[in-house]
């Protein structure tokens, strides 16, 4: 089992916390948070071991899980690499582009393994239909939220939008030509409301919209590709695939069926794939200690968690 200790103790902390405590892949070490009573109410409340210094921890794991605000990401990244500790590192990687092609880099110097928790990968409406999505044309994606102070130190760009950015590079096997945006500001002082255009290489158009100030909570991703559309609800972990082939000469009667301007019928096909529900968090956590173990590249790399936050800059200096 691999040593771990979690660094940041806050909400989605002690998730990870219990979770690693639960999974058979860990040895849960401890904790380290700055806010001492809070530190001690956590320890008290859980029995968890509470450390009191990042680098006692850091020094009892093989693996750092960096749950801090993303301000905090990369000092604790680093010191981490630098001791020969694997890292676990949440979304965005961390705060500059230079910081993380930094960690990027260490941790390929000093041979360990690094993820980063774009958890959406893990959604089991995503996984259901990821392998179904080839050559994806247009994308269009939504992700609204209900307003919360937590994480509007970081421009909605990188605290929402990002998981789309993530999915989106995952499936479109082209670079990025150009990028068009827009964000608007209304109760942060960093923008909650953006709206992106990135065009690809080889013709792809994805349009993404995020919001942390809307009166619903929506995940929907949409991806158009020849013959075929996807739909991921990320939020209510459902996926539906609908696919287009050349109709039958003696069609069902209740089949549907459309004629094009040059009379080619086309006949189309509804699927709702089987969605295994999981604990993504759980998942995306066990899958590192499988390529810690296995001695194989994270599914999130640190190089994919920095090209995802190279675009998300790139749209926020669009603003």
Known sequence: M???????????????????????????????DPIEDYADQVAEEFGYTRFDSVEKLIDACDVVDIVTP??????????SIEKGKHIFIEKPITKTLKEAETLRDL??????????????????AFTAVKDMIGDPMFIESHRLAEFNPRGTDVPVVLDLMIHDIDIILSV??????DIHASGVSVISETPDIANARIEFMNGCVANLTASRISMKNMRKSRFFQKDAYISVDFLEKKSEVVKMKDAPENADDFAMILQNAEGKKKQIYFENPKIHQN?????????????INENKTPIVSLTQ????????QKIIDCF
Do not use: W
């Not at 604990?279 to 390529?291: G, R, T, V």
């Open 2 to 32: 691999l040593k771990a200790g979690v660094l940041g103790a806050g909400h989605l902390g002690k998730i990870h916390l219990k979770l690693l405590q639960q999974s058979s892949k860990y040895e849960l070490v401890g904790f380290y």
């Open 70 to 79: 993303t301000l905090n990401h990369f000092d604790c990244a680093q010191m």
């Open 107 to 124: 941790v390929a110097k000093n041979r360990v393994r690094g993820q980063v928790g774009h958890v959406e990968r893990f959604n089991p």
């Open 172 to 177: 479109v096997n082209s670079e990025v030509k």
């Open 279 to 291: 604990n993504a968090i759980l998942d995306e956590l066990e899958s590192f200690a499988e390529a």
């Open 305 to 312: 968690g920095t090209k995802a936050l190279e675009v998300a």
